[in-house]
């Protein structure tokens, strides 16, 4: 004999979990419109506020989970959206500026990324919490600028920089400017050993000239004495 209370019973449980496509306001403001899931947005899905900015992709229990588009003031990220708590590999947009594709956490670059920029500059290297950090390789065009070190975004550490005008320096960095000990190589073929202090020359040097002479020079804040 059939039990009717057990038939009754699945089929009630089979239609409140079955998915279903609604339209709804969230507790945030935004309206949703996709899969749902026992009142709950589960499935592919998009979420707007009134503003434009929102979320399109899927979700799990009521939230973003796994793989979908966020769009926020301007800036798109598509990628991981497993709520933000771990690395992975992303697109990110700024309308205004700039494309960056590679490993992310909590939406911001992090790890190993490519960032290009409007006027053809681009750095490729390592990444933490959205700042240039690590040994990376900046270039305009096809032209390599820096090869080297950064920290918090600057040039730090030993690197190799290509000046507009084909002088090389390859020393030390700190904060963007030349710091400590260094060489620098003119495009006549002249090569200039010594020291810098805040991106300027400083301190005893000497100069290889192209008929081969070395000359040895003091510098103070940029100046030859």
């Known amino acids: 004999m059939v039990n009717e209370f057990a038939v009754l019973s699945h089929e009630k449980a089979s239609t409140m979990s079955a998915p279903s496509v609604q339209s709804m306001r969230l507790p945030d403001g935004r309206l949703y419109s996709g899969a749902c899931?026992?009142?709950?947005?589960?499935?592919?899905?998009?979420?707007?506020?009134?503003?434009?900015?929102?979320?399109?992709?899927?979700?799990?229990?009521?939230?973003?989970w796994g793989t979908g588009k966020v769009r926020e003031d301007g800036i798109t990220y598509e990628g991981d959206v497993s709520g933000g708590d771990g690395i992975s590999s992303a697109t990110i947009i700024d309308d205004m500026d700039t494309v960056y594709e590679g490993s992310t956490f909590n939406f911001s670059p992090h790890g190993t990324g490519v960032m290009r920029w409007l006027n053809g500059t681009s750095y490729t290297g390592s990444w933490v919490h959205g700042s240039m950090e690590g040994k990376g390789v900046s270039k305009l065009g096809t032209r390599t600028v820096h090869r080297?070190?950064?920290?918090?975004?600057?040039?730090?550490?030993?690197?190799r920089v290509v000046e507009s005008n084909g002088t090389v320096y390859i020393g030390g960095w700190h904060k963007n400017c030349k710091q400590g000990k260094g060489r620098e190589m003119a495009p006549d073929g002249s090569v200039f050993w010594g020291r810098w202090m805040n991106d300027r020359k400083h301190g005893r040097a000497s100069t290889k000239t192209t008929d081969g002479t070395v000359v040895a020079s003091s510098w103070r804040n940029g100046h030859q004495l």
């Open 37 to 64: 899931k026992d009142g709950k947005p589960d499935g592919v899905g998009t979420a707007v506020y009134q503003s434009g900015n929102g979320y399109t992709g899927t979700w799990k229990e009521g939230r973003e």
């Open 148 to 159: 080297g070190g950064y920290l918090n975004g600057q040039r730090h550490g030993a690197g």
